[in-house]
């Protein structure tokens, strides 16, 4: 538990009963922009074995979380703890959560003997780009090419 401000703040592993507020806190967050849906998120598999998701709790309440899962990416295979996404409710930004959700998932990291962190960063994100720049994180030698088509 870490004290930001007035509130305490509680750091647990995500499950599949907090996918419903995560929504919720993805709508707050992007101003109801993002189209992510519950299936997505039921897709990464809370709670199973390769998910490190987690969420920041104060009274009770969800104001963050991050979703990351271990994947095994390229050759040479490389395992590496993937953020998929991360987000603070707007009205808890810059009281250092962001950050201990990070170091928490580092600390698991460390725990899971995984020695990589790579977070998804879209190009013109340029405020989430500057948050983990500023948390050490540095760009990545692979670049994704993608191919899109109709499903
Ligand atoms: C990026 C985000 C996670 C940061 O969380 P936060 O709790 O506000 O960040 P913190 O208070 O932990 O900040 C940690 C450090 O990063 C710095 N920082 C945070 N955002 C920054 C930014 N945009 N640019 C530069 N530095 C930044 C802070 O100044 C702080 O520095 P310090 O350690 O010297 O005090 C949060 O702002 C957010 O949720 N943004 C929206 C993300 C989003 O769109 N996600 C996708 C949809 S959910």
């Given at each position: 538990?870490?004290?930001?401000?007035?509130?305490?703040?509680?750091?647990?592993?995500?499950?599949?009963?907090?996918l419903?507020?995560v929504?919720?806190?993805?709508?707050?967050?992007?101003?109801?922009?993002?189209?992510?849906?519950?299936?997505?998120l039921?897709?990464?598999?809370?709670?199973?074995?390769?998910?490190?998701?987690?969420?920041?709790?104060?009274?009770?309440?969800?104001?963050?979380?991050?979703?990351?899962?271990?994947?095994?990416?390229?050759?040479?295979?490389?395992?590496?703890?993937?953020?998929?996404?991360?987000?603070?409710?707007?009205?808890?930004?810059?009281?250092?959560?962001?950050?201990?959700?990070?170091?928490?998932?580092?600390?698991?990291?460390?725990?899971?003997?995984?020695?990589?962190?790579?977070?998804?960063?879209?190009?013109?994100?340029?405020?989430?780009?500057?948050?983990?720049?500023?948390?050490?994180?540095?760009?990545?030698?692979?670049?994704?090419?993608?191919?899109?088509?109709?499903?």
């Amino acid at each position: 538990m870490s004290v930001v401000g007035r509130d305490a703040i509680d750091i647990r592993r995500m499950t599949d009963s907090d996918l419903d507020r995560v929504i919720d806190l993805i709508k707050k967050i992007t101003k109801g922009k993002s189209r992510i849906t519950y299936r997505d998120l039921v897709a990464n598999n809370p709670g199973g074995p390769l998910d490190m998701s987690l969420v920041a709790e104060a009274r009770g309440q969800m104001v963050g979380f991050i979703m990351a899962r271990v994947e095994f990416v390229y050759v040479p295979l490389l395992e590496v703890c993937l953020i998929q996404t991360i987000g603070v409710d707007p009205e808890y930004q810059g009281r250092r959560i962001g950050s201990t959700l990070i170091q928490k998932l580092i600390e698991l990291c460390h725990l899971e003997d995984v020695a990589t962190i790579r977070a998804l960063v879209a190009q013109d994100d340029e405020p989430l780009r500057r948050f983990v720049e500023h948390l050490g994180f540095h760009s990545s030698s692979i670049v994704n090419w993608d191919k899109t088509f109709e499903a």
